[in-house]
């Protein structure tokens, strides 16, 4: 079986590797790249703890092959905090307490920066729509709620003052 | 999970995929959104020597309307449907039918072609589009064909399309003025398949009557159910509950659920029988009938 040199800019950064077919995203990140934060959970494309963006959107990596991404843009939970600053996502989650094991978290966290990416200031609903693909089993959600709306708020302030 | 090995094909036009199936034949499968492809292959249900990708072929992802048809381009994800302004305004039940299939992060790769093309019986566009009368485009080593839609699913994971064809569009029919449409599904949480599901849509006449009536269920058989007494009854009365009611028994009496952790045999026949009937009245509000 032939393998195939992929090219995949990875938080911005570009980063080649040699992938056989089968080579799941998920285990090109996690092994491949060492970025860890994206988490495998139930490998069966139920519960979202390897969401990661693939273009942009937030998709469940052990359900692309590596090889898909090639020429693609992959943004992880590694690539939020910049300059040693947190993203608003990851301060909400903090600030609120938006976690309670964490293993769902960066699955969550991923989902949510590309929901406030196309809708700045997301409903109630809208948000509980959003991370629907991803299962939390410690907090039930409420407090995830209240960190992407803090999110969203902070977000508002950010633009506010740069404007 | 790791899927058996195969090898990976990512051709960047129509030819060069078709060429590749007719080369690789029964080990062969075509790779759209993926999203029940690479699970059956990890879980190892199914086995594939070669999947051809047709992700990388330009021009396969569009929605538009020409010719008195909506036109979706077969690679169409999920996630652009539902989102479609177009969509949204002139054909509900395709919203109604995206939002409830798997979850939202599924939707960003899952494609319309490839939940047609999979053949599942627990997939949610087959039966609207049986509803809505639809036709899918085959691109193969002679060309392309039109399909019919009720013509195109043959058994349980079988459709009329051959191992070297790819479907490349589906076609709906503008629907004319007075017509709507609506999907209901009943499923357990978010992600699930349907313990049943509906869909109907509904041509009303200048009188209020019924002129034309598409209606199919979700998962309680093999594939799409459609009951050709249920819309005949329909067809010509005025849609109120005793008619809709009666189509919708007859219909969910065509059925044939299997009983599984969803439910037993009589209670997906009955919740067929209710999305029935909450499908055709919503449709029939859609259409201006109430």
Redesign the interface.
């Known amino acids: 079986m032939a393998t195939h040199k992929i090219r995949v800019t990875v938080n911005g950064a570009a980063r080649e590797a040699e992938v056989e077919s089968r080579l799941l995203l998920v285990h090109l990140l996690r092994e491949e790249f060492r970025l860890t934060g994206t988490h495998i959970g139930c490998d069966t494309t139920h519960c979202g703890a390897c969401t990661v963006l693939l273009d942009g959107q937030p998709v469940k990596s052990c359900t692309v092959l590596a090889v898909q991404a090639d020429g693609r843009q992959v943004e992880t939970v590694e690539g939020l905090e910049k300059d040693g600053k947190l993203h608003p996502i990851q301060e909400g989650f903090w600030q609120e307490h938006g976690l309670q094991c964490g293993y769902c978290t960066p699955g969550m966290m991923m989902t949510s920066c590309a929901l406030l990416a196309r809708n700045a200031n997301p409903s109630e609903a809208e948000i509980r729509e959003a991370i629907s693909g991803n299962l939390c089993r410690c907090t039930g959600y409420l407090n995830i709620v209240k960190a992407v709306q803090y999110a969203a708020n902070k977000q508002k302030e950010g633009a506010h003052v740069a404007a | 999970?790791?899927?058996?090995?195969?090898?990976?094909h990512?051709p960047t036009t129509l030819k060069e995929a078709v060429a590749l199936l007719s080369q690789h034949k029964d080990s062969a499968k075509v790779?759209s959104g993926?999203?029940s492809l690479?699970?059956l292959?990890?879980?190892r249900l199914g086995q594939a020597g070669h999947?051809v990708?047709i992700?990388r072929i330009p021009g396969l992802e569009y929605i538009k309307e020409e010719g008195g048809m909506l036109r979706i381009g077969g690679r169409t994800r999920e996630?652009t449907l539902e989102r479609s302004e177009l969509v949204r305004a002139r054909y509900p039940i395709l919203i109604d039918t995206a939002q409830v299939i798997?979850?939202?992060?599924?939707r960003?790769?899952a494609t319309v072609g490839g939940n047609l093309a999979h053949g599942d019986p627990g997939n949610d566009h087959p039966a609207t589009m049986i509803a809505l009368g639809a036709q899918v485009v085959a691109v193969g080593p002679k060309g392309d064909r039109v399909i019919r839609i009720d013509e195109f699913f043959l058994g349980l994971f079988q459709t009329a399309l051959q191992p070297d064809e790819i479907l490349t569009e589906i076609r709906i029919p503008t629907p004319p003025a007075r017509s709507g449409g609506a999907y209901f599904k009943l499923e357990r949480k978010?992600?699930d398949y349907a313990t049943a599901a509906a869909a109907a849509q509904i041509t009303l006449g200048s009188s209020g009557a019924v002129e034309r009536v598409g209606l199919a269920l979700t998962n309680v058989g093999p594939t799409p159910v459609r009951s050709a007494a249920a819309e005949k009854h329909l067809t010509g009365k005025r849609p109120d509950a005793a008619s809709i009611g009666e189509a919708a028994r007859l219909v969910a009496q065509a059925s044939s659920p299997s009983a599984d952790r969803r439910g037993s045999v009589d209670y997906k026949r009955e919740m067929a029988r209710v999305m029935a009937v909450r499908a055709l009245t919503k449709a029939v509000e859609r259409a201006g009938g109430r």
Request: hydrophobic letters at 55%; a negative charge; zero cysteines.
């Open positions: 999970m790791i899927p058996a090995a195969f090898d990976y990512a790779l993926g999203q690479l699970p292959l990890k879980l999947l990708d992700g996630s798997a979850d939202p992060l599924v960003n790769m978010v992600g």
